[in-house]
């Protein structure tokens, strides 16, 4: 047979052939109709897994400290119900009179405060065995000119000394293994309306009993305390990051954030200086003008190309150095510069073009093509909220300028999002 | 209408697949995208002054969207699976010639490999030349030539396989 006779016969075929509709064809094309777009759950799913990080990260933390998670404030009010509850059970008693005007935070009736607005309130303490850790007891007073009020701790007694005579703001500290000649002595007078002191028991050993009218004799009774080291400098962090991540090419096209998720981890020279490895997984989500669009091997046939949309997942490899330039009781705040390479997982891009006057588009599908090493500049800055001694979790806002074009269209894919992150101190 | 372009558009796609699962697929990717642009379609006129013009916009945005598929399936699919199924075509081929109707004519163009059907479809039935089929699906215009040729080596085959069964002969139905 020629082959313009078989090149027609199978024409006439194509051109008559017409197949008959099957009743579930529509059932299948009305579903997809119906598929609402996926992405539109994205931004819920990122705020969901941010809760779920933040969430947790707080029962970690509480975990590890339930004393001070449960209750963050213990360490700037003085007394709190359940502190003196615990007191008690500790075995702090309070003789005298308690006064009724007590000016603290939170007075109850278990509340073991020692306050009084007239000064024949007397009291002396000692430092007796049976405490729990972590007692606070806090004590108000009106102290004689020239007597020092004593407070004790586990680790530390809290020596409060009239620096002024006549008003009681003098706060000092005996150190552990003091003499006890360095510790006064003599009767402490407690009463009026300032609260000086906070006695914390962390030794469970140790707890104060205050008697009426008896002097104090702190030294004498006081165990052994240990040595107060200084904790060595976490080295080694390993982080988990997750973060919306918005990619433009041109200024004027915007799309949907994509999402960066992956894992960093960190070595600290020192205070200040860290060097930081990240591996991300980032979905880059972008629409460029064919102007933009620079491909190695053009994807012709588009006789009026309109507008590339991409959608790409991206494994970038990160290698930053990061400055802690000020640190604070609750953080840290940080900027940080690098250069990341970029390996193109997945590629996809739709071409939106006009045939003859119509839109229409058409799509292309890359795995594993465009590898980019080193071709990112990355700058950011952030805070570090500190959670515990290991465990922070913080906030970094990022840019990502491209030094080449990048992907298959060698576009100038800047990227800018934020990256929150949960870190650990290994 | 989907239902009145269903046949038309499902003609074109049964061609470029390999069964009839892979042509749904491929033609409902098309119609969501007729469905997403017929806004920006603009025709004044009636009856054969649009239908016409729209026609060829769906035939062109199924074929474009087959020619996708092929793209993306050429990823995944080696020649293990092209002479697989060729051999499969044999198997599945006693059908008698005068009893040959239009669909188990396109179904010998189905039974081609992906590279030859693509190039087939492109060149014979959709009238497209070498050099843009060369573009669209990623190939030189030589490799474009040599599975045409090819493609037609391959149908001539089958097709006598089938005449020596009937020696009516297909061009006598």
């Avoid at chain 1, 007692?135 to 701790?153: D, F, I, Y």
């Avoid at chain 1, 999402?259 to 960093?264: P, V, Y």
């Avoid at chain 1, 590339?308 to 802690?324: H, K, M, P, S």
């Avoid at chain 2, 016409?52 to 945005?61: R, T």
Wanted: aromatic share 10%.
């Amino acid at each position: 047979m020629p082959k313009d006779d078989l090149d027609q016969l199978f024409l006439d075929a194509a051109d008559w052939f017409r197949p008959v509709q099957q009743p579930e064809d529509w059932t299948k094309m009305a579903a997809l109709l119906d598929r609402r777009p996926a992405r539109k759950l994205r931004p819920v799913a990122i705020a969901l897994v941010f809760l779920a990080l933040l969430a947790g990260g707080f029962l970690l933390v509480r975990s590890m400290h339930p004393t001070q998670a449960a209750c963050p404030g213990c360490s700037s009010r003085l007394v709190q119900d359940h502190h003196a509850a615990v007191s008690r059970a500790a075995g702090v008693s309070a003789r005298g009179k308690v006064a009724e005007n007590a000016p603290l935070a939170n007075p109850s009736p278990t509340a073991k405060s020692l306050s009084g607005s007239d000064r024949s309130f007397q009291s002396r303490g000692r430092v007796v065995p049976g405490g729990s850790p972590r007692h606070q007891v806090a004590l108000t007073s009106s102290l004689g000119k020239n007597q020092p009020l004593v407070s004790a701790a586990g680790a530390n007694a809290i020596l409060a000394t009239p620096s002024n005579p006549g008003t009681r703001s003098g706060v000092g500290l005996v150190q552990p293994g003091a003499s006890p000649a360095a510790i006064p002595s003599g009767p402490m007078v407690l009463g009026g309306n300032a609260p000086i002191g906070v006695i914390p028991f962390n030794m469970p050993s140790i707890a104060l009993e205050v008697f009426g009218r008896a002097p104090v004799s702190l030294s004498d009774q006081s165990p052994p305390v240990p040595k107060i080291r200084r904790p060595a400098m976490i080295r080694w962090q390993a982080d988990l990051l997750l973060g919306p991540d918005l990619t433009l090419v041109t200024s004027s096209l915007w799309s949907n954030p994509g999402m960066d998720a992956g894992i960093r981890m960190s070595y600290h020279f020192s205070e200040k200086w860290q060097l930081e490895s990240a591996l991300l997984y980032s979905s880059k989500i972008y629409k460029a003008l064919p102007s933009e669009y620079h491909p190695i091997q053009p994807y012709t046939g588009m006789p009026d190309l309109q507008q590339i949309n991409a959608n790409c997942r991206v494994i970038d490899l990160a290698l930053d150095v990061r400055y802690n330039f000020k640190t604070t009781l609750g953080g840290t705040w940080f900027a940080e510069a690098g250069l990341s390479s970029y390996w193109m997982n997945r590629e996809a891009y739709t071409f939106n073009y006009k045939s003859g006057g119509y839109p229409t588009s058409t799509s292309l599908a890359i795995s594993n093509m465009d590898r980019h090493p080193l071709s990112i500049l990355n700058l950011s800055a952030g805070y570090e909220f500190r959670l515990s001694r290991r465990v922070s979790w913080q906030v970094q806002p990022f840019l990502k300028l491209p030094l080449s074009g990048i992907g298959y269209g060698r576009v100038h894919l800047v990227s800018t999002g934020m990256l929150f992150s949960i870190n650990y101190g290994l | 209408m989907y239902d009145f372009f269903y046949g038309y558009a499902m003609s074109i796609c049964l061609r470029y697949s390999r069964n009839r699962e892979d042509a749904i697929e491929v033609l409902h990717d098309g119609f969501l995208k007729i469905f997403k642009n017929i806004g920006g379609f603009r025709i004044e006129g009636t009856g054969k002054q649009v239908l016409y013009p729209l026609q060829a916009w769906i035939k062109k945005i199924m074929i474009y969207t087959a020619i996708d598929r092929y793209r993306a399936q050429q990823k995944y699919s080696g020649q293990e699976d092209i002479h697989l199924h060729e051999h499969a075509l044999y198997q599945a081929a006693p059908t008698p010639l005068d009893s040959m109707a239009y669909e188990e004519l396109m179904g010998l163009v189905q039974a081609l490999s992906p590279g030859y059907r693509a190039v087939f479809n492109l060149y014979v039935i959709d009238g497209f030349t070498h050099e843009e089929i060369a573009e669209k699906l990623g190939i030189s215009s030589g490799t474009s030539k040599s599975n045409l040729a090819r493609a037609r080596e391959v149908l001539k085959k089958r097709l006598k396989k089938i005449d020596i069964r009937n020696p009516l002969g297909y061009a006598k139905r």
